[in-house]
């Protein structure tokens, strides 16, 4: 699988819910390796998180890339790009990923473990990154963090004490087996540094890390709504998806899209990675809630045609996939695979 979802959190318009219209920016043109070539557009996206619930919060914009560039060559895990950028050596080894803009891995990502003046030392092995050639297009990404999504704690209610936590952040453990995933870690801001259940009090977890294509929850323990505000890049091209299978049990895939607009079922492309017993759920989030379960879900299926709730009608028109919320993917049981990839294409032009 290449470019998998390499996990690097500590371990790993619906108008009612969307405050603000996406809104672009600006994009630029600029030169890469001597290839005139046009940056991603960058925009604002605000969703507001309800009072006394949990809110499935996915990345609908990037962190704006630090580096644009063209593959020369790879080596195993190692990737040479073109135009001997002269990097620092280990600028890239914390905190970043490479991401794939062309070729045949385009749309997937993985973490970048060290690097060189001119290669990266990408965490996955060398057979998954076979389809990387030279000529690709890649750029090096910051992850999001809790403190450059929440600058300052916006967005969030500041707790008042270690265990008067008005906002807690809850990440499910992105190794975990099985469906029904509970929380795995938990972080609240107090006293203007984030810190975690469990973890030392005088440690501030601000760099955690929030991997691009899953959702975490905010969950507010108070009746006071926020407002959670992205401003990053928009991915302009294919997002690559992997949906883990099991052998001996269902298996559920904490899943976002990070898409700017609004998206249907049919414009997804999902269906077809979709097999018998396999579920897409999706939550109404305008309903405050606190624990949220596959059964308080709108339950979707493909069998050539979407079907909402195992009803006969075809809902592929629908716009399910809306930007900054998660989704659960729960792919049946299945001893011959190991898992599908999910290529998702934007449905807004160029």
Do not use: C
């Amino acid at each position: 699988m290449p470019f998998p979802r390499i996990y690097f959190i500590m371990k790993r318009l619906n108008p009612a819910l969307i405050a603000s219209t996406f809104f672009w920016i600006v994009s630029l043109t600029i030169r890469v390796d001597g290839i005139e070539a046009t940056t991603n557009p960058v925009g604002v996206i605000q969703i507001s998180a309800p009072g006394n619930s949990d809110t499935l919060v996915s990345l609908p914009l990037i962190q704006p890339a630090v580096f644009n560039g063209i593959v020369a060559s790879r080596s195993g895990a190692e990737v040479t790009v073109s135009g001997s950028p002269g990097w620092t050596e280990g600028a890239w080894a914390e905190g970043y990923y490479a991401f794939a803009r062309s070729g045949e891995l385009e749309g997937y990502f993985a973490t970048i473990d060290g690097n060189t003046a001119d290669t990266l030392t990408l965490d996955i092995t060398a057979e998954t990154l076979a389809g990387l050639a030279a000529g690709d297009r890649l750029s090096i990404h910051p992850y999001w963090t809790l403190g450059t999504l929440f600058p300052g704690g916006e967005g969030v209610n500041a707790a008042t004490s270690h265990v008067m936590r008005d906002t807690e952040i809850m990440f499910m453990d992105p190794n975990a087996v099985g469906v029904n995933l509970a929380a795995d870690t938990i972080y609240y801001y107090l006293n203007g540094e984030w810190k975690m259940v469990g973890g030392d009090f005088n440690a501030d977890y601000r760099n955690t890390a929030i991997v691009p294509d899953g959702f975490f929850i905010v969950r507010h323990n108070t009746a006071t709504a926020t407002t959670i505000t992205f401003t990053g890049e928009v991915i302009m091209g294919k997002i690559a998806l992997p949906l883990l299978f099991l052998d001996n049990s269902d298996q559920d895939n904490i899943l976002g899209l990070q898409r700017p607009i609004e998206m249907t079922l049919d414009e997804s492309g999902l269906g077809p990675n979709l097999g018998s017993g396999d579920a897409l759920y999706v939550w109404d989030q305008t309903v405050p809630q606190q624990n949220r379960l596959i059964s308080n879900a709108d339950k979707y299926t493909y069998d050539g045609t979407w079907h909402k709730n195992d009803g006969a009608a075809d809902v592929g028109s629908e716009q399910v996939f809306l930007p900054g919320f998660g989704f659960v993917i729960r792919k049946a049981m299945n001893a011959d695979q190991n898992n599908v990839i999910w290529v998702n294409n934007p449905n807004y032009g160029n």
